[in-house]
T-cell receptor, first 116, second 112 residues
Framework: NAGVMQNPRHLVRRRGQEARLRCSPM?????VYWYRQLPEEGLKFMVY????????ESGMPKERFSAEFPKEGPSILRIQQVVRGDSAAYFC??????????????FGPGTRLTVL | EDKVVQSPLSLVVHEGDTVTLNCSYE??????LLWYKQEKKAPTFLFML????IEKKSGRLSSILDKKELSSILNITATQTGDSAIYLC????????????FGAGTTVTVRA
């Protein structure tokens, strides 16, 4: 059973460009979470999505950031007009959220975004 | 806002030593505490501790939850170089039972 897949693993963008980060959850998982890890800091929650629904985006900046989890295909985290402060590692996690939900989220390898 | 503090920030030990990592938390309506190991890739799940499961053990790793002291420790015995990693602690509240609130992590370096 493949784990959570993220691509690309490394992404370099110039200021003002758009960054698109993709996440494919584990097989059988329908709930996706995005976290951001800044240097020397812990992971910070950004957004929680189910298929075609954003459940909680309270951790995501109001401007330039958006996320989606379409019926078909991976979850996408989009950052428009990137700035240097967006440089970070972005991790995606997934969980089954079945009746036996246990809070355990399984993480992907992350996408390391560098903004020049 | 939930608060998670890990200590020490980093430590260096020699193979065979025992390490103890600390995690203290402030969270409204505590639900669970999780430990992850992060190498140069995905954080991998180690343990989840709840009110009904305050002690977990797997091989050389073990963890205890102290609900009275609002803290947890992660022990690694007979350390190996492969244990070198960042160890992350996260808490979950009943209010937002999907949101992991992480500490900054403890970086463990095991020297041969």
């Amino acid at each position: 059973n493949a784990g959570v897949m993220q691509n690309p693993r490394h992404l370099v963008r110039r200021r003002g460009q758009e960054a698109r980060l993709r996440c494919s959850p584990m097989k059988g998982h329908s709930h996706v979470y995005w976290y951001r890890q800044l240097p020397e800091e812990g992971l910070k929650f950004m957004v929680y999505l189910q298929k075609e629904n954003i459940i909680d985006e309270s951790g995501m900046p109001k401007e330039r950031f958006s996320a989606e989890f379409p019926k078909e295909g991976p979850s996408i985290l989009r950052i428009q007009q990137v700035v240097r402060g967006d440089s970070a590692a972005y991790f995606c996690a997934s969980s089954p959220r079945s009746q036996t939900f246990t809070d355990t989220q399984y993480f992907g390898p992350g996408t390391r975004l560098t903004v020049l | 806002e939930d608060k998670v503090v890990q200590s020490p920030l980093s430590l260096v030990v020699h193979e065979g030593d025992t390490v103890t990592l600390n995690c203290s938390y402030e969270v409204t309506n505590f639900r669970s505490l999780l430990w992850y190991k992060q190498e140069k890739k995905a954080p991998t799940f180690l343990f989840m501790l709840t009110s009904s499961g305050i002690e977990k053990k797997s091989g050389r790793l073990s963890s205890i939850l102290d609900k009275k002291e609002l803290s947890s420790i992660l022990n690694i015995t007979a350390t190996q170089t492969g244990d070198s990693a960042i160890y992350l602690c996260a808490v979950v509240s009943d209010s937002n039972d999907y949101k992991l609130s992480f500490g900054a992590g403890t970086t463990v370096t095991v020297r041969a």
